[in-house]
Each structure stands twice: as structure tokens, then as C-alpha cells.
């Protein structure tokens, strides 16, 4: 089997995903170019030899529908040669087009490729898109539908986190995030967002806030209790799951992963292929999974996603270094802390979507180059990188620095 | 059947009127009569328009159940559906205009068939009802209606109507665009006629079929329309616990027949329709909840030849809870009370009780003031037994004392003419036993009410020993005038639905016993379709009630009595601890004040949960099973004297569910002999409680079954 190599990373800042945050000015087919044009632009990329872009996007509708991938390509100025594709994996979509990526290039069925992703949460909401999951009634009895909030809230009570102890991980959050930034960790993949004049839109990440404590954050209201009692989502999880009483609605603004633009592009190859544009590979990946569980809990898959890649690899939890897992909602960092028995400080580490935004289809791609950068920053070799995904998946990819 | 003439103005009236039947009903024939008018009028150049109307009160009261059920096959219903559609889309989309004149109620069928009509105008009669409660009966609205109504009111409000199957008056049906005119009653068909001559009619167009038509509020891919189906999906569960399929398929019908054109949407409701008539769910809540109640109703099983009684007087002993809420329902009929009590203040309050409930539905607009002075002067509260002469029967809801109940029998009885029928309200002592403090126990009977008894349908009449035929048919006469529905059963300890429901509840202490976790317990009550959790509900009627009953059984039965889990809990809990039930706000619940309640975490610790928990489903199958199970032991002992009296019995006495038709009902949707052998391994793993009964090894050995459908 060929290996897949990730020759190099990029992303944009996030910004805050609603009318007034930063990349709202900006399309979402812009943001994806503008990750296209510099993957290439810092790798010297002759674009003729780029097999395919596969870009994540969640919300295809609208502007960004219609294989968005392809056009943001050719708006990007890349050779007509370079095809795109569009794919949805929820949450996980931009890791999972990295993960397409890499098995076409280990299959020999392509040489180089660029996966990435892009949401412009402002532009095109969440929901937009719309989907027969929870609207068809044959399909929500079928799988007891009940919106992500409702998981996650459901998943804290079920596991006994407190409201306190999703808060003391979204502080903690804020304070890694704002460490990272101070630090300049994210140096080697922050593209800031320029316009058409070269001038900087947003070169930070917009929805920081550093000086959360658990005081201010015991303030925020429970984001999801409404729509749990008022639309009946509340009973069917727990007629769902019988055995629990009630759900503790826990998790609000301050706990979950935030609204944010965003987009990201990755560049991966073979060896041969990266040898010829004289670049040097930075990781190689050593496996990849995803998975799918019961959907009703949802937020459950990515200790079965890194189990599955874990065996794929041939390889053990104590052979990863640096675990990263988006920050969905804090219930679901700690559950999987919880399942595979993983120290707080090994996870994370640069903090995540509570502090700086899931942007969801991009994100995958953004963490699996955070993990790249703090692997070569700590001088760490493996990482495992994962998500929780919609109508309970999860996907995970291990990667290994060379 | 269908009376069809043209008048000079070129109108062709299409009358329903089926003869030897009080409404109009839609079946094979009628429908096969009533097409053939509307073809032969669409082919007679002389016609220019069509009235459709009825020669009846009512226009049409719905589709024929009994028919329907006779069709058989989805396969035979799907294509009943879609001829019925092609034969309606044929004067829907024809030349010519047709306008339905509605001199009463339109129902089910009825309406549907008034929406395919260009024109709908309603006499403005008060008794007459518009709606499409299909969905109560298990089954949706297959001619069309969800098609049509959805289209016409748009979703948001057709789906209310159609999954609730709620009935409107013509006001409301005016309201919200059902009807185009309310007219005084007498003039709907020169209202109608009106129409049908008017320029307006020449260009009548369905607003499906107009060309750009659009749906009030939008179609349902609209982000409006995936908030409310996802909404409403999820609405429906919480209510439904997905039990009910009916309702789940009307949302289906209308998020996905809105999506296409009317033709294409009539195609897929048929779908869904030959999918209802053809489930156990509609079978069971049609043989239960229509033909049942509808010969219940009727007093089908009363004993013949006995004059109808008339009520002007009855008394009632004991002004609690449940002597003023059969006093209030009796009054409620028109019926004079004498509310008799051992203290003036005692009857006071028991009148004073239903007077409160009649200012709170003045209040909600349900009756009028001077209506409720009117039955408020209907009630006599008083000490003295004097008052109860002239009374036809009295209802003794006393203290459960066979001392005290013996007493106000004698006494009541010095006053009473010698036809009066003197009833006891108990639900747990034998008739036959109270009957002995009678000087004339033919003329003794139980009348066991629910409660609040002013509210719940049921009166489960109990047979003495001795109770004369007359005396049935004089207490029957009596449960139906005051609008109830009765169930006759013989006298025997805990009667039927006393001793069934109990079953319910001593099954989940027992799960309890076993260290199934309370939460779970409860949960899989209501999974199963019971309206309250079996923990819950022993808090309700109290655990100290059932202790002292199985103390009294005890003693009544000596060496006989086999101790069971449940009698273990309940000794615990009451006996030991004093947590007895919601009444002092410690039972299997704690009950804090202002807050939900929930389970006593002490019960943890009473009765450790297992490391193992069993599925839900095999817990739904217990506390289901273990009620049908002592059900066909009451047939079988002759406590229950008909198989349909037990399910009515227990789907309006304590709320078994509707869509397995009753105890008896589940099992024959089960199928008899699948039932001996689910209880068989039932009662190999969990004991004796449900053990196959002989009536049950019989009927599966000789291929019977409880009903024909």
C-alpha cells in the first residue's frame, strides 16, 4: 500500500458566525479559495498536478451548494486539470475529506490532493439545508430524532457531569486557546483573511474570550431546556433511554462550540508526488475510521471511531502522543476522556471550539493541522484526531510526524 | 339511496339518503350510487351545475366501519382509495360547478366528500360538527382529507385537526376556511343554488387545481414547514410514546403528499390509508372504541322485557369525593339528588363541590350561568333519610365499613318504595355480602364508579347473588341516563377492573422486588401505553390502601392466602416506614413541595437495582401480560360475563391502551396460540400470576378466538 503523506496545513481565522462577526463580509466560496490560494501559493503548486480538491461542507444549499469544492477552485485560479468534490460528514466533513483523500493516494488511485473545508455559519445557518432526518415523521420515530443540544445535555446527565464540570472545562478551554494564540502556536497555519484590496478582514480568532470564569459563566442560561420541554424533544430521548428519570439541560453559549466562518485546505500525497515539487512531508497518516451509533445519543462516536483507527493502525491508546477531539460540547470531551481514561492535560492542549468556533465543515481539517503544529512544536510524534458527528457517528485519523 | 333530479335552472340536486339508517353512511353501495349521479350529471348537457346534499339532519356521518373492515387486503384497499379518487378528481376537475349544501354535521368521510366539492355552505345548525376523527378510531382520513384540508387551511392548522381528530362547529369550520358560508339553517341549498348561478361558479376551480395556486402559510419545504414537522414529530412521540401509527402516518400524508401535485398526494395518502385500515392498532380501537362502546352505549346486554326506567330522584349517601362527583353527574343529566351525609357541613361541602365545577366550564365559556343555578338547585343536601322517599334508586358511596354501609342500607331502605334500586358504590367489598343487610336484596346491586366520578366514563355494575334481572336493567337504564357507559359483571372479590388493575400495579412493586430500577419501571408503564408508570400509581390510589386490602384478603382467605412480592413491598412501605403514597407525600415518590417529584432515593437502598437491568420491552411485556393473563381468568370464572365488557372496562376504567384493544383484545391480536406460549414462558420465569389460564389452552387447542375481527 502507497503511504499518504500531509505535506502542509492551512486555515482561516474564525469568525464570529452572524451577521456583524468579521467573515461575514466575505462568501463562503471566497473563504474556500482564499485556504485554496495559499496551500499553493506557500508550496509553490503547479495546480495541473492536483488530482482532486474534496472539501467538507455541512449546509449545502444556497451559496454554498452545488459542489462548492469545484468552484472555489476555479475561482481560486487553479488548473481547469483540478476536479473538486463536495462532501458531507457532518461535523467530521473536513477531516473526513482528508481521510477520503489519504485512501485515494494510499490506494494508488491519485497522486496529490488538497482536502479542506468550508462553513460560513453567518451566511448559510445551520438547519439551511434542511434533510429528511427530523422532518420526515416515518424517519424521526424510526431513530427517536432529537436535536445535538438535546444529546448533549442528555449525555452529561446520563454520565453524572455537573453543570460546574462542563464549565471548569470550558474555562480551561478559553485559557488554552488564549495560551496557544499568546504563544503564536497557530503561526504556521493561520492564513489571515484578506479582501480583494489586500487588506486584513480577520487575521485572530474572533470569538475568544479569555477572561471567562466559572462566575461568568454560571450566568449563561441553559441554551437548550426550551426547545427539550416546549417540542416534546426531552421525552423522546428519555423514552429512548428508560432508564433515566429527567434530563439536566447543562450545557449553554459558554459550554459549547461556538458559531464561527471558517476554512481550511490540506495538502496531501505521495511520496513520489511530493518529491517532484521538492516538498517535504510533515506527517504521515496511519489510519483513519469512522463509525456509526445510536443516533438519538448522537455524541457518543469518537472513542469508537478512535478505538476502530487504533486497531486499523495496529497500534494502542498509549501509543498516542496528543489526542485532539472538537469541542462540540464539553459533555462530549469529557465523556470520551471518561471511556478511554485520558488526561486532561494530553487533550486539547491549544484548547478548541468552545474558545475559537466550529466552523462545521471545515473544523476537521483545522484540528488535524492544530495537531500537526503542536506535534512539531512539542517535539511529540503520534495524534489522533477525532469528532463527534450527526445521527451518532464519529470519525478519527491518526497521524505520525516524519 | 341517492336522490337525483334536475330543475328548471339546469341544477342537478344529488341527494344522500339511505334508507332504514339515521345517517347517511359512505360505503360500496353508497359511494357506487353516489358516483354514478355525479357522472350521469357531468354527461347531461342539461346540467350546468351540482348541488350535493342530504335528505337527512346530517349530511354524511363518515365512512361504514363495518364495511371498511370487510375489505381486507392493503392491496384491496389501496385500489378501493384510488378508485374512489378517480371517480372524485372527476367532477372535481370537470366543467362543471358543484356546491355541497350541509344541513347538519359532516364528519370523516362526510367532509371529506364536502371538500371535494367547489362550494361548501353550512345551515347554521348548533348541533352540527365538521371534523376528521379518523385518527381516533386508529385509522386517517383515507378519502382525501388530508390531502384536502392541508391544502386548503394549510398545514399548520389542518395537522391539529387531523391528528387529534377534533370537531368544530360551523363557526369555527367558517373560521378557518373549511366552509365558505354559514347560512340559516333551511337556506343552505338556496345559498348553495345561489352559488351554483352566480359568474363566481362558471370559473370554479379547486385551489389545487388552480394554476399558481399556493397553500395558506406556505408549502412544507419551507423552512417554516421543517420547523414545524420536526416539531410535531417530536410532539407527537411524547404524546403517542409511537404506539399510535395512525397520527405518525397523517404528518407523513401531509409533509409528504404537500411536497407533489394533489393527484400524486391522493396516491401516497391511499398508501398510508390501506396501511392503517389493514393494522392491529385500528382493528382494536374499532372493535373496542366504536362497536364496543356503540352497543354499550345501546344497553345491548340488558335484560329484555323490562320497561325503561325514568329517573327524576335518586339519592346518594355520603357527600365525599365521590358521592358529590356521582351527584354532580346526575344532576348534570337533569336528574334531582338528595345528597345525604352525617353532618349538614358534610353534605354542604358535596354540593359545594360540583358548584365549584359548574362556575369553573361557566368560566371556560362550557355552560351557562343560569344552566348551573339550574342543576345547582337539582342538589339536596341533608341528614335525613326521610328525604329519600320517591327517590328510584339511591347510591350508597359511604365509608368501605360493612357495618357502616349496612346501616345506611337499612335506613334508606325504611323510606325507599319497594321498586327503588339500592346500589353500592363499593370497589372492593362483595355485593353479595353487603346484599345481607338488605331486607330486599333483589333489589341490590353495586354500582361501581371511577374517579372523579363526574368526570370518568365508566360504571362497572357488579351482580349480587340475589340481584333480579329487573334490577339490571333498571341500574343499565340509569348508568345511560346519566351519559355513562356501563360494563355488567358478577359479584367476586375486587369484581373485574378492581382486580385486573391491581394486577398492574402489583406487577411493577414486584419488578421493584426483583431490583428493576423504579425509574425503569415506570418508564416501561407508559412505553407500554398505560397512562401512569405502576410505581406512580400506587403512590396515587395509595400503598396504604393496598396494604390494608391485602390484610383484610388475608384474613378473609386464612391458609389460602399466597403471599406475593408485591405484598411484601406494600407491607414495607406502609407498614414499616409510613410511606404511604402520594396522600401524605411519601410514597415510592417524594413529593417536595414546589418541585417534580421523583423517585425516593431511600428505595435504592431498600431494594438494591440489579447490575443487570432487563430491556424495557420485556417489562412492557409483564406489566401488559400479567393484566390480560387474571383478565381471562375472570371470564373464565364467570366474573365477566362478555369479552368486549372486559375491554371496554379496561381502556375507560383504568386506561389500558387503546390501540391493543383491551386485555382481551392483545391477546387476540397476539393470536391465542402465540399468547399460551408467551405466558407459558412467563410464567416459567417470573410464577403462578401467569400461569395460562384453561379458558385460553381450550380456545388455542380448538382455534377460537375472543372476536371475529
Known sequence: MTEAYIYDAVRTPRGRGRPGGSLNQVTPVYLAAHALKAIRDRNGLDTAQVDDVILGCVEQVGEQAADIARVAALYAGYDLAAAGVTINRFCASGLEACNLAAGQVMAGMTDLMIAGGVESMSRVPMMSAGGAWSVDPQVAAATAFVPQGISADFMATRWGMSRRDLDAYAVESQRRAARAWGEDRFKRSIVPVTDLNGLTVLDHDETMRPDATLESLAQLKPAFAEQGRSLGFDSVILQRYPEVAQIEHVHHAGNSSGIVDGAAAVLIGNRASGDALGLRPRARIRAYASIGSEPSIMLTGPSYAAEKALRRAGMSKGDIDLWELNEAFAAVVLRFMQVLDIDHGDINVCGGAIAMGHPLGATGAMILGTALDELERSGQTTALVTLCVGAGMGTATIIERV | ?709
Open chain 2, 1 to 709: 339511496m341517492i336522490n337525483y333530479s334536475v330543475d328548471g335552472d339546469g341544477i342537478a340536486v344529488v341527494e344522500w339518503d339511505q334508507p332504514g339508517r339515521p345517517q347517511n353512511v359512505m360505503n360500496g353501495p353508497s359511494l357506487e350510487a353516489f358516483f354514478a349521479a355525479m357522472d350521469g350529471a357531468l354527461a347531461d348537457d342539461a346540467v350546468r351545475g351540482i348541488l350535493v346534499t342530504s335528505a337527512k339532519r346530517d349530511f354524511v356521518a363518515g365512512g361504514d366501519l363495518q364495511w371498511l373492515q370487510r375489505i381486507g387486503s392493503a392491496a384491496e384497499v389501496f385500489e378501493w382509495a384510488s378508485g374512489y379518487h378517480a371517480a372524485t378528481r372527476r367532477y372535481e376537475r370537470g366543467p362543471k360547478p358543484v356546491a355541497c349544501a350541509l344541513p347538519g354535521s359532516a364528519l370523516g368521510g362526510g367532509l371529506e366528500l364536502a371538500l371535494t366539492c367547489h362550494y361548501r355552505v353550512a345551515a347554521d345548525n348548533p348541533g352540527a360538527r365538521f371534523g376528521l376523527p379518523e385518527a381516533t378510531l386508529g385509522l386517517l382520513p383515507g378519502g382525501g382529507g388530508t390531502q384536502r384540508l392541508a391544502r386548503l387551511i394549510g398545514y399548520a392548522a389542518a395537522v391539529p385537526l387531523l391528528t387529534e381528530g377534533q370537531r368544530v362547529r360551523a363557526a369555527a369550520a367558517l373560521g378557518q376556511g373549511i366552509l365558505d358560508a354559514v347560512v340559516p339553517a333551511g337556506s343552505e341549498r338556496d345559498a348553495a343554488r345561489t352559488w351554483l348561478l352566480s359568474e363566481a361558479a362558471g370559473s370554479a376551480r379547486q385551489p389545487w387545481d388552480r394554476k399558481g395556486g399556493s397553500i395558506p402559510g406556505g408549502g412544507v419545504n419551507t423552512p417554516g414547514g421543517f420547523q414545524f414537522f420536526t416539531a410535531a414529530n417530536a410532539l407527537l412521540r411524547a404524546r403517542t410514546f409511537d404506539n399510535y401509527p395512525a397520527p405518525r402516518h397523517i404528518l407523513s400524508c401531509v409533509w409528504e403528499g404537500l411536497g407533489t401535485d394533489i393527484d400524486t398526494g391522493l396516491l401516497i395518502e391511499a398508501r398510508y390509508f390501506a396501511a392503517c385500515v389493514t393494522s392491529a392498532e385500528a382493528k382494536n380501537m374499532i372493535r373496542t372504541q366504536f362497536f364496543g362502546l356503540q352497543q354499550a352505549g345501546k344497553l345491548a346486554t340488558r335484560p329484555q322485557g323490562v320497561p325503561t326506567s325514568q329517573f327524576s330522584r335518586i339519592g346518594v349517601l355520603g357527600a365525599g369525593m365521590m358521592g358529590a362527583g356521582i351527584a354532580m353527574a346526575t344532576a348534570n343529566a337533569g336528574i334531582e339528588v338528595v345528597l345525604l351525609d352525617s353532618s349538614v357541613e358534610a353534605a354542604d361541602r358535596g354540593k359545594a363541590y360540583a358548584v365549584a365545577q359548574w362556575a369553573k366550564w361557566c368560566e371556560q365559556g362550557r355552560l351557562q350561568p343560569a344552566a348551573a343555578q339550574a342543576r345547582a338547585a337539582l342538589i339536596h343536601p341533608t341528614t335525613d333519610f326521610a328525604e329519600l322517599a320517591g327517590c328510584e334508586l339511591v347510591v350508597e358511596a359511604v365509608f368501605e365499613d360493612r357495618a357502616i354501609k349496612a346501616d345506611v342500607t337499612r335506613r334508606a331502605e325504611a323510606v325507599l318504595g319497594a321498586d327503588a334500586v339500592f346500589a353500592s358504590n363499593t370497589s372492593t367489598l362483595p355485593i353479595t355480602g353487603l346484599a345481607e343487610a338488605s331486607g330486599r336484596p333483589t333489589g341490590f346491586i353495586g354500582l361501581h364508579f371511577f374517579s372523579p366520578a363526574e368526570k370518568m366514563p365508566l360504571v362497572e355494575i357488579i351482580m349480587g347473588g340475589q340481584t333480579a334481572a329487573a334490577t339490571l336493567a333498571r341500574a343499565m337504564d340509569f348508568v345511560k341516563a346519566i351519559g355513562k357507559t356501563p360494563i355488567v359483571v358478577n359479584d367476586a372479590r375486587g369484581f373485574y377492573t378492581s382486580r385486573v388493575f391491581s394486577t398492574y400495579v402489583r406487577e411493577g412493586m414486584a419488578l421493584l422486588q426483583e431490583g428493576v430500577d423504579p425509574v425503569l419501571i415506570d418508564k416501561a408503564g407508559l412505553l407500554a401505553g398505560m397512562p401512569v408508570g405502576p410505581l406512580a400509581l400506587a403512590d396515587e390510589v395509595s400503598i396504604e390502601l393496598m396494604y390494608k386490602i391485602v390484610a383484610q384478603t388475608r384474613q378473609d382467605l386464612g391458609a389460602a392466602y399466597v403471599e406475593s412480592a408485591a405484598d411484601q413491598v406494600a407491607a414495607h412501605m406502609a407498614g414499616t416506614l409510613g410511606r404511604l403514597g402520594r396522600k401524605n407525600g411519601k410514597g415510592f415518590y417524594d413529593y417536595p413541595e414546589g418541585g417534580r417529584k421523583h423517585i425516593w432515593p431511600g428505595l435504592a437502598g431498600l431494594f438494591p437495582p440489579g447490575p443487570q437491568q432487563p430491556a424495557a420491552a420485556e417489562l412492557v411485556e409483564r406489566l401488559i401480560m400479567v393484566q390480560c393473563a387474571e383478565t381471562v381468568r375472570c371470564l373464565e370464572e364467570g366474573v365477566l360475563r362478555a369479552a368486549i365488557d372486559a375491554d371496554i372496562g379496561a381502556l375507560l376504567g383504568w386506561g389500558f391502551p387503546a390501540f391493543r384493544g383491551g386485555p382481551l383484545g392483545w391477546l387476540h391480536t397476539l393470536g391465542i396460540a402465540r399468547a399460551v406460549a408467551d405466558l407459558e414462558r412467563l410464567a416459567q420465569a417470573h410464577g403462578d400470576r401467569f400461569a395460562v389460564p384453561g379458558l385460553l389452552h381450550d380456545m388455542a387447542a380448538r382455534g377460537e378466538s375472543f372476536y371475529a375481527i
